[in-house]
């Protein structure tokens, strides 16, 4: 998911450095310059640049070594849609190599169940199918406590905005990480449950289920998302 707000400054710093890396020549050298001279181009200290340059090595888009310096990972730096990144669902379709585009199903109060989310109050259920090339791909199901928004959206808010906008703009809440389960499903044992999954081509669907955290560690979405597995592959790098 792609962020849409100032967070911290190595967040940033992070986000900056991802890019400039991407507009590197990997065929040429796949060395950063020295820390020093990152700091600089980058505008912070090299105690932020470090903590950007840990989280991309635990990313597995770094490589240190000591004595010679920080290389970049090709193989784990052109993965285009990384599974350990959270990114925006029409982020995801675009960089699957669609076209993609957004259609608002449901927007409806329902009642929380405490024991499930620890939520007392009723929450909004948004119900949002993502389309790749004009074909369902992702159907987004999330909930919301209704005490998060300081100012209630409207349906047009919903439709032009994802998700993580709407909490920012409506809320002041930012998501800074989730955690999820990873479930499969087929199609037809979930048309029945999940109407709007019988428009789906596949087979099988891949489901993420889980929280967003926002910038006070409290539980500020919650969400499962189900993905047509004949248009979008999840990788992700993983090292020991």
Known sequence: MKPIVRKTLAVDAKEALYNYISEMDLSASTKLPPEVELAAGLGVSRVTLRRALDELEYNGLLLRIHGKGTFVNPSAFHIQVDLSRMQEFGEIIQKSGHIADMEVLSVRRVQADPFDTGWPESVVQVEKLYCADGMPAILSVAQIPETVFRTMPDEADWARHSNFEILYSHGERIILRD?????TYSVPELREKIPAIGRFSCASV????????????????LGTAYYNTDLIVFNIFRHS
């Open 206 to 221: 891949l489901s993420l289920s889980g929280w967003g955290f926002d910038q006070n560690n409290r539980p500020a979405i």
């Open 179 to 183: 955690k999820l389960e990873i479930t």
